[in-house]
């Protein structure tokens, strides 16, 4: 059956390529083969992974149940090819280097949960080269250096899960692009440092800003004000100071405001009053 899949996808090579353009097209074609390999190589970069033992040579990540791996079907006139669409490994004892997973070889991914590992290195720039990606977790791993700016490209971003690992330096500016998909955007815990930039105000559809636990500085931007369909706003356990901005009042879908252990002055009263009014809000 593969061998099968293999030699039609092999036939048909030169329709394939053009086949979901918008995926494929800067990345090497839709071959299961070489999305495959860059599974499997990478399964050999790691130092252990006892979850990845139905990830094996001679079989099909998509018709061989492989662990943690989902595939689709790309549609294209009467062509039908699987692609690895999901990769889910939540808590799979993975000790390794993120960066040495292949990402260009895997343009289809949609969703990645890789929370609860130990992943190691920077977060690899390829990432953000996905170009149908909308679902990131990167939660509690022991992953160190910068968030990439290119997160601000990501056309199709709704889930940006970073939370407790070893990140520093500042929150990138252009996150404020993903304007008409971020929904989720959790950093909490870690390193990061410098303000909260007044771009995440363009951030329309976020439900969940959650900054807490890190060494943010500077004041709240007003700008926070526009993100009206926020439900949770996490920024407690950094430095921030000056007031907290009154407009934050309009919030009026927030559920749970947590500002504490900041350097945070006055200013509550109205944001307060306006929030009461909000029969589900819970400060805490
Ligand atoms: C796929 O693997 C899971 C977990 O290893 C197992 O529970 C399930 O029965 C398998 N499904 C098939 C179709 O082999
Ligand atoms: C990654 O995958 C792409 C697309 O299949 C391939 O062209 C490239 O050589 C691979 N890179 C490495 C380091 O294997
Ligand atoms: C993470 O940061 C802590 C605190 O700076 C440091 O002790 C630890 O070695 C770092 N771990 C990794 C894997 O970078
Ligand atoms: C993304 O955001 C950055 C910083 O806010 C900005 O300079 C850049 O022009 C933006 N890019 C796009 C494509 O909007
Ligand atoms: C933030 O809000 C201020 C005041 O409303 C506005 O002038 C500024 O353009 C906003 N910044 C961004 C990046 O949207």
Not at 146 to 158: C, D, H, K, V, W
Not at 177 to 196: D, E, R
Not at 242 to 263: A, C, E, F, H, M
Request: net charge negative.
């Amino acid at each position: 059956m593969e061998v099968l899949l293999e030699l039609i996808l092999l036939m048909l090579q030169p329709c394939l390529l053009f086949l979901h353009t918008e995926a494929a097209g800067h990345h090497g074609g839709v071959h299961l083969r070489s999305q495959r390999e860059a599974l499997l190589e990478w399964k050999s970069t790691l130092q252990t992974s006892p979850a990845l033992d139905s990830w094996r040579p001679a079989t099909s990540p998509c018709s061989s149940n492989w662990t943690g791996i989902m595939c689709s079907v790309v549609h294209h006139g009467h062509l039908a090819p699987q692609v690895v669409t999901e990769i889910s490994l939540p808590n799979a004892a993975i000790d390794g280097q993120l960066g040495n997973l292949n990402f260009s070889a895997l343009p289809f991914l949609t969703y990645i949960d890789f929370s609860y590992n130990s992943l190691r290195g920077k977060i690899p720039l390829a990432i953000t080269s996905l170009p149908v990606l909308s679902y990131l977790d990167l939660t509690g791993n022991w992953l160190h250096g910068q968030i990439p700016s290119e997160f601000g490209n990501m056309a199709r971003l709704t889930q940006l899960g970073l939370m407790a690992n070893n990140l520093t330096g500042h929150i990138p500016a252009s996150l404020g692009n993903l304007t008409t998909t971020l929904v989720a955007l959790i950093t909490q815990q870690n390193m990061l440092t410098g303000p909260i930039p007044e771009e995440l105000g363009k951030l329309i559809r976020l439900e969940v800003l959650d900054l807490g636990s890190n060494l943010l500085m500077g004041q709240i931007p007003e700008n926070l004000s526009s993100l009206t369909k926020l439900t949770i706003l996490y920024l407690y356990d950094n430095q921030l100071s000056g007031p907290i901005p009154s407009s934050l009042g309009n919030l009026y879908k927030l559920t749970v405001l947590q500002l504490d252990t900041n350097r945070l002055s006055g200013g509550i009263q109205s944001l307060w009053e306006t929030l009461l009014s909000s029969m589900n809000f819970h400060l805490l």
